[in-house]
């Protein structure tokens, strides 16, 4: 009995170094998960949280869970990426390459940068691909509103007020009137096309959703 006895503790303390021995599994991957669809067109949990991350397309940083109107925001990216392209805006070479530095040195620079990517996984042609079709959200709100708003000499008084105003002054009047009235009229252009698109939001108001990856 006495060997039995010695026996099973030494096949419990060998079986102990064995499970303390093994490496801990490693921590399951966040799931993406679809959130919306645009004219057949899905938007990923992963979609906002890389926009986020990256700080693009009407997007900032953040930790925290995506929401309804996140995935509403992403949906009228899509509306705009599509107009854009049937009237031909497109982003030149470099002006892709000067907003990637601007990200990369937001990240704290492109080898930190890289190594975020590398550790979720991203594809690093995605998150270009992020980047410039911010531009070409930027250089549509121009082509398609900017271009066609004009500014007349009575608002800009009602604007300044009297006195004496120098000509960067009036510069800086112009430009606030002249995107405040192409922001409404991208407004309005967009709920008119969210009327002509079949969008479908999956997310519900009161169950937001982790993002698969926190900003770097």
């Known amino acids: 009995m006495g060997r039995r006895l010695v026996a099973r503790r030494l096949l419990a303390l060998a079986f102990a170094w064995l499970v303390s021995a093994a490496p801990a599994p490693a921590a399951a991957p966040p799931l993406d998960a679809v959130l919306g669809v645009v004219d057949g067109r899905t938007i990923a949990a992963s979609d906002i949280a ?3 991350a990256l700080g693009v397309l009407g997007f900032a940083p953040s930790t925290g869970p995506i929401t309804r ?14 107009e854009a392209g049937r009237i031909g805006v497109t982003a030149e070479p ?3 390459e000067r907003a990637w530095a601007a990200v ?4 704290g620079g492109e080898g930190p940068l890289q190594r975020w990517l590398d550790a979720h996984a991203i594809d690093g042609a995605w998150a270009r691909r992020l980047v410039e079709q911010d531009i070409l959200r930027t250089r549509f709100l ?17 604007e ?19 995107r405040e009235r192409a922001g409404r009229a991208q407004a309005e252009w967009l709920d008119a096309a969210r009327r002509r698109a079949t969008i479908r939001i999956v997310l519900s108001d009161g169950a937001p959703v982790p993002p698969p990856f926190p900003p770097p």
């Open 50 to 52: 890389l926009a986020r």
């Open 69 to 82: 109107g996140d995935v509403e925001r992403f949906a009228d990216v899509i509306l705009i990426l599509d």
């Open 94 to 96: 470099d002006q892709v």
């Open 104 to 107: 990369s040195a937001r990240a």
């Open 142 to 158: 121009d082509a398609r509103f900017v271009a066609f708003v004009f500014v007349d000499e009575e608002q800009m008084a009602r």
């Open 160 to 178: 300044l007020g009297p006195g004496q105003h120098d000509e960067s002054a009036r510069e800086e009047i112009r430009i606030r009137l002249t």
